[in-house]
């Protein structure tokens, strides 16, 4: 079976940064453990990084957002330190200045994976819209979450986008 592994915007800026929170840092270890299951079991892994520019508050997100965060070429947009160590060069890296990236969809159209996990922050927001990508992008794939490898800052809206993604038959491991 082809499978991939999607590690939404596990950047400092949802971590520690500007839009951090303190259990962010927990899911850290269950995204190491995936990548480096999928390294061993030689499946696909692919970064997302939410990026932006200095004039992100101009921008509708920021207007909706008006946090500045991710902007490229700051220590808030890189990956965690412990994260990056595992990229390799072969691996795919899609910066999204939005939510969800087409880029990311668009690209998964041209495999033929039959299972794709998604991991990483925030579950209501990057996670659920690229969770939403993956499954228009290959609507007979497998697509499952692990909510053990994503959270929120907002607890309702977290188990909300959980719940919401198993009502669109996205797979949430570990999870009531």
């Known amino acids: 079976m082809k499978k991939c592994l999607v590690?939404?915007?596990f950047q400092n800026d949802f971590i520690d940064g500007a839009l951090g929170f303190p259990e962010a840092i927990s899911i850290k270890d269950p995204i190491i453990?995936?990548?480096?299951?999928?390294?061993?079991?030689?499946?696909?892994?692919?970064?997302?990084?939410?990026?932006h520019k200095d004039d992100y508050l101009e921008t509708e997100e920021g207007k909706n957002l008006p946090v500045k965060h991710c902007v490229k070429g700051t220590n808030g947009h890189?990956?965690?330190?412990?994260v990056k160590l595992l990229v390799r060069k072969e691996d795919k890296i899609f910066e999204k200045d939005t939510f969800p990236s087409i880029e990311l969809g668009n690209y998964l159209k041209t495999k033929e994976y039959e299972e794709i996990e998604l991991c990483g922050l925030v579950s209501n927001?990057?996670?659920?819209?690229n969770a939403i990508i993956t499954k228009s992008a290959?609507?007979?794939a497998h697509i499952v979450?692990?909510?053990?490898a994503t959270d929120s800052?907002?607890?309702?809206l977290h188990k909300k986008a959980l719940d919401v993604m198993k009502?669109?038959?996205i797979e949430v491991l570990n999870y009531e």
Do not use: W
Request: proline fraction near 4%; charged fraction near 35%; aromatic fraction near 2%.
């Open 125 to 129: 927001i990057c996670v659920i819209g």
């Open 78 to 82: 890189e990956l965690h330190p412990e």
């Open 7 to 9: 590690v939404v915007d």
């Open 145 to 148: 979450v692990d909510a053990l």
């Open 33 to 51: 453990d995936k990548v480096k299951l999928a390294r061993e079991e030689n499946v696909d892994v692919i970064f997302t990084q939410d990026t």
């Open 153 to 156: 800052a907002d607890k309702d």
């Open 138 to 140: 290959l609507p007979n």
């Open 167 to 169: 009502g669109i038959h």
